[in-house]
C-alpha cells in the first residue's frame, strides 16, 4: 500500500505531535535539502540515501523493432536503502 502525501503528512504530525501544516513544511525542507545534497550523496539516518551513479554508454534495442540502438552515457540519481531500514522491513 502507497501512501498519499497528505497520509504522510496527516502520520509525521501525529508521531511529532506538531501540526499538519508544521509537518508539511518540515517535509518540504527535507525534499529541498535531498535535492541540494544529492550532488554529493545526501544521507536519511536509517532509511537510507541519494547518489549520484554514472552510467557507461551501452548497446540497447528497440523493443518496438527490435532493432539495435546506441544508449548514451549518464549520470542517474539511485537510492541505496540502508541496513537498519532492510532489517526493519525484511525481518531477519
Same mark, same amino acid.
Given at each position: 500500500m502507497s501512501?498519499?502525501?497528505s497520509q504522510i503528512i496527516a502520520g509525521v504530525a501525529e508521531k511529532a505531535e506538531?501540526?499538519?501544516?508544521q509537518?508539511?513544511?518540515a517535509i518540504e525542507a527535507l525534499v529541498q535539502l535531498a535535492y541540494k545534497g544529492s550532488v554529493? =550523496?545526501?544521507k536519511i539516518p536509517g532509511l537510507g540515501k541519494? !547518489?549520484?551513479v554514472q552510467r557507461k554508454a551501452r548497446v540497447g534495442r528497440n523493443p518496438a523493432t =527490435?532493432?539495435?540502438?546506441?544508449?548514451?552515457a549518464?549520470? !542517474?540519481l539511485k537510492f541505496r536503502i540502508s541496513k537498519e531500514a532492510k532489517d526493519?522491513?525484511?525481518k531477519k
Open positions: 501512501l498519499t502525501k506538531i501540526s499538519k501544516k509537518a508539511a513544511a554529493d =550523496g545526501f541519494l !547518489v549520484k =527490435g532493432a539495435t540502438i546506441q544508449i548514451p549518464k549520470t !542517474v526493519a522491513v525484511l
